[in-house]
RNA sequence: GGGCCCAUAGCUCAGUCGGCAAGAGCGUACCCCUGAUAAGGGUAAGGUCUCCGGUUCGAGUCCGGAUGGGCCCA
């Protein structure tokens, strides 16, 4: 046949039209999707048609720099949330929030103006850089397609925000819940202020390390006298020894006094021969002896008591630990159980006060060096040398911190642990072992310090009584400041004097002056953003229902968000924020290390985005399971994208094989269709269920997988033959075309969670088949619209299908075979195309299927152009070569006989073309 | 150092109550098609289920320990 022949025929076939694009260029088509959805506030008006609320509530994100990409898998997963229920008929509305508040903004912000500057410049400046950075934020996590009111967000400085949270802590103060006490906490000298736990960072450093004695001012034991006798310590900070009152031993271990230049010396049994060389030992005995034992201070003309302390270690140093209660946690906590002063020998700077009497206005490292001098010259160090540990730093200045007793304000907690773990246990936990996690962080956590000596924050209500120091806490300052902010006055804590704050005739309880100074704390930023759902509750009572639905942030919020959040819920409402808690893992680069600016291995979406696309990043935060860490690399998303084409590709050749209208509703479907029909219905519901259960990287697959293998890899490639060569209208096509028109809704309802660009485009290019009307967006459709299990397709379908499953599996086991078979006969050159084979094979009796119809249910199946089928057990009989036979040159399938063209396609050519 | 979690083909994951001769997709190799064409189809090769020990008739699955990695804490 010639050339000009050929060409002919491929006029007279129908193949795929549509003007769907196989290539996205999406970096390009995103941002009109995005305007799109915009301009028209589908998002909004999808939402006004739903009643039943389900809420998502936002983690909000702290307002400084732009986003990475853990930021972007946490509003992803959250957006597919909020899309799967809102498709599915909630109204899940999404309200975006912005953490702004504390220590990394002003402390950025202190950089550019200067330490100097005033509290109310701070602030002006710190918010800002607050709102440019939302601002940033906003456009970076829409430009990633998520949903949300980008345009009524919640902010943690807002006035009314701010006002919400003084209200809720005076509140949790009229509850008794808050107190002022002395007591170590993280301080931070070069920032000048008291650290949270969650703001300090454990690096190694080189700390001195010192061996020194404390004489004892005892001689006797156990009815033994010992002239010259000491006990050894050990210590990595010196300048703690002038806030020294205590020595620590551990009841239960040995220690031994050693006798050395003629010395006694007291020390761990263990650890004696590592610190004291060549010794004597005079005598064993266990530590509780030593309780309440005098030794003298060796700096200042003072004791230092003998106390017992389980803590204390064999494992390290002497055995006995020095205790000084204003500046260690446990050690605080043992001064407490001795009744020791808690003394701190610092200033806010981290320079001795008048406590650390002839050490005053040196720097702690300073005082470390002229300490171990002063006990050099004492003759008390046995050995001095360098340490490296692991030690507290501060997580924006990067210096190490130290412990320092202070004023500071606490929310009383520990009372009532069991009423936090009662609440977390009516919490669903995503995965399961998120309980474990919050249980023992909140059984493991403190009072909770709330107070900061900072200026980005939101004030704390009290005043300080000039004469005796007394805290006081007052409802009417809080009122005050409160009024003001919501007034637009949020500085005015910081401008107006004192008097302004409060009632006129305010005297101390304590000492009855009447001379006040305003307090200098704000509130921890934990507190900010833990009272979110108290905000939403009040702020957004239409969309928000209480508790949230799901609250869905890192791993690392067990101790952060998910905690505080529980906490001020618990004892503001009685109960947990939330009903559901799903937490998600950080990014790895292609090697399981986190990434990190040193390693150079960071990767940020907005590469992603600017190269290959937004729906790329979408795709690949459920590439894999996000519950657990997820990787990230070159060849992830190569592969990431292939998914994308593939599925892209797919949906092309359903748009295009719909491309010629078909509008009547066929009244018989085929087995074939009805078959793939039901592996939808299979793949609608496992796919829902895996929504439902937030795992979404199963979805991806189920959805990839149907694609791949079942729609482009079976059922669209064994249409092909009768979408391109059948009549138009004929019963065969009409019911190809109806299943796909079916399969391809459903399939574009499913992936809109994740591939929400890809599902609105190709919703934006589906005709208006089957007297099927479209509606404004994809995002306006409903699950009866668009999925068969919703729907409630003819009863034909319902009635065939078990009939057509038993079929194909009978089929599928022989057509893998025949693969088989038609693989080895290509690479032997015998055949090309499967359509020069015919094919013999058995099958048990189906009597619901005419002969005829089943031999052309076989040969379209099998993609072969002749079957011959005999009665028996299912069995490839055997496959040849048609050499018989001649190519149809417009459908390709052999056929006998003496025309042109094969009879189908003489008689669509005479029918159709004359 | 402590708590929690993870560890299955080169890569990403399935693997319910212990019965597996261990599955899928991607990638790779080879082949076909050229009427989804910067597409489409087929076949095949890839695994001592991180390691060591235990329970059991039987362990990827349960228990103990080690190693590596992550989060949180000290």
Not at 594 to 613: A, F, Q, T, Y
Not at 751 to 756: E, K, L, N, Q, V
Request: glycine fraction near 4%.
């Amino acid at each position: 046949m010639k050339e000009s022949e050929k060409k002919d025929f491929k006029d007279t076939i129908f193949l795929p039209r549509t003007d769907f694009p196989m290539k996205a260029n999406l970096p390009e088509l995103e941002p009109k999707i995005i305007d799109f959805w915009e301009k028209n506030k589908i998002y909004e008006r999808a939402l006004e048609t739903k009643k039943e609320i389900f809420s998502v509530h936002d983690g909000p994100p702290y307002a400084n720099g732009n986003i990475h990409l853990g930021h972007a898998l946490n509003k992803i997963i959250k957006d597919i949330t909020v899309k799967y229920n809102l498709i599915f008929g909630k109204r899940a509305e999404f309200i975006p929030g912005w953490d702004c508040h504390g220590l990394p903004i002003e402390k950025e912000v202190e950089k550019r103006i200067g330490k100097n500057a005033s509290p109310t410049e701070i602030r002006r400046e710190s918010r800002k850089y607050a709102e440019n950075f939302i601002g940033i934020q906003r456009e970076e996590f829409k430009r990633l397609g998520v949903f949300g009111k980008w345009n009524e967000p919640y902010i943690t400085m807002s006035p009314d925000y701010e006002a919400m949270i003084i209200d809720s802590i005076n509140k949790i103060w009229k509850n008794g819940r808050i107190y002022s006490s002395y007591r170590p906490v993280f301080w931070c000298p070069i920032c000048s202020t008291a650290l949270a736990e969650a703001e300090v960072e454990y690096k190694t450093k080189k700390s001195p390390s010192i061996y020194f004695l404390f004489p004892a001012k005892f001689s006797e034991i156990e009815g033994e006298r010992f002239e010259n006798l000491f006990a050894v310590v050990w210590t990595t900070t010196p300048w703690t020894i002038p806030a020294n009152f205590a020595l620590a031993f551990n009841p239960e271990i040995n220690y031994i006094i050693a006798k050395k230049d003629s010395r006694y010396l007291i020390v761990a049994e263990d650890l004696a021969g590592q610190i004291l060389g060549d010794f004597e030992k005079v005598k064993v005995l266990k530590g509780y002896i030593f309780e309440r034992k005098v030794f003298s201070h060796p700096l200042f003309d003072r004791e230092s008591l003998g106390v017992i302390a389980e803590f204390v270690s064999k494992e390290e140093g002497t055995g006995i630990v020095h205790i000084a209660p204003g500046h260690g946690e446990e050690d605080f906590e043992v001064g407490k159980r001795y009744g020791l002063p808690v003394e701190s020998v610092l200033d806010e700077s981290g320079r001795g006060n008048e406590n650390a009497k002839q050490y005053k206005s040196y720097f702690y490292t300073e005082i470390n060096q002229k300490v171990i001098e002063d006990i050099e010259k004492k003759n008390l160090l046995l050995k001095k040398g360098e340490y490296e540990h692991s030690y507290p730093h501060c997580w924006r200045c990067k210096n190490p911190i130290v412990f320092r007793a202070t004023k500071q304000w606490f929310i009383k907690v520990q009372d009532i642990k069991d009423k936090f773990i009662e609440n977390i246990r009516k919490v669903k936990w995503i995965p399961e072992w998120g309980i474990t996690r919050i249980e023992s962080t909140v059984m493991a956590r403190p009072d909770w310090c709330i107070s900061r000596q900072r200026a980005w924050g939101v004030p704390i209500p009290y005043v300080i009584c000039k004469n005796c120091g007394e805290y006081i806490w007052s409802e009417y300052t809080a009122e005050k400041i409160k009024q003001d902010i919501l007034e637009g006055k949020a500085d005015s804590w910081w401008e107006e004097d004192v008097s302004y704050f409060i009632p006129e005739n305010l005297t101390c309880p304590a000492c009855k002056s009447n001379s006040f100074e305003k307090g200098k704390d704000v509130l921890d930023v934990w507190i900010d953003s833990g009272l979110s759902f108290r905000y939403m509750k009040s702020k957004y009572r239409e969309s928000f229902s209480f508790p949230a639905d799901v609250y869905i942030e890192g791993t690392d919020q067990h101790r952060g968000w998910f905690q505080s959040s529980l906490i001020l819920s618990v004892i503001l409402e009685g109960e947990a924020p939330y009903k559901s808690v799903f937490t998600h893992g950080f990014i790895l680069d292609e090697f399981k290390r986190k990434m990190s600016k040193s390693l150079g291995n960071v990767v940020s979406p907005s590469d992603i985005i600017k190269e290959s696309g937004a729906e790329i990043v979408r795709v690949w935060a459920v590439f894999s399971d996000p519950s657990e860490d997820v990787k990230i690399s070159e060849k992830i998303l190569s592969e990431v994208i292939d998914i994308y084409r593939k599925v892209r590709n797919t949906i092309r050749f359903m748009l295009g094989s719909l491309g010629d209208n078909p509008q009547v509703v066929p009244e018989k479907l085929f087995p074939q269709d009805i078959y793939f029909l039901k592996k939808l219905e299979d793949t609608e519901k496992e796919v829902n269920s895996d929504y439902k259960n937030m795992e979404y990287h199963k979805v991806l697959r189920k959805i990839h997988f149907f694609a791949d293998k079942i729609l482009s890899g079976l059922f669209l490639d064994i249409l092909k033959d009768t979408l391109y060569c059948d009549l138009p209208e004929s019963p065969r096509r009409l019911s190809g075309q109806f299943a796909i028109f079916t399969i391809l809704k459903s399939f574009l309802f499913l992936i809109s969670p994740i591939f929400s660009f890809l599902a609105e485009e190709s919703y934006q290019h589906l005709p208006e088949v089957f007297g099927f009307k479209k509606r404004e967006s994809i995002f306006f459709e409903s699950p009866d619209r668009m999925l068969l299990s919703f729907s409630n397709l003819s009863s034909i379908y319902e009635k065939e299908k078990n009939s057509a499953e038993e079929l194909f599996s009978v089929l599928i086991p022989l057509r893998e075979k025949l693969n088989e078979v038609a693989d080895k006969m290509r690479k032997e050159k015998v055949i090309g195309s499967s359509l020069e084979l015919k094919v013999f094979i058995s099958l048990p009796d189906f009597p619901y299927f005419e002969a005829e119809l089943l031999k052309s249910i076989v040969e379209e199946f099998f993609i072969v152009s002749k079957v011959f089928i005999s009665s028996g057990e299912p069995a490839l009989l055997k496959v040849e070569r048609y050499s018989e036979a001649k190519k149809c040159p417009r459908c390709w399938k052999y056929f006998e006989g003496e025309s042109d063209l094969c009879r189908r396609c003489s008689d669509v050519i005479s029918k159709f073309y004359s």
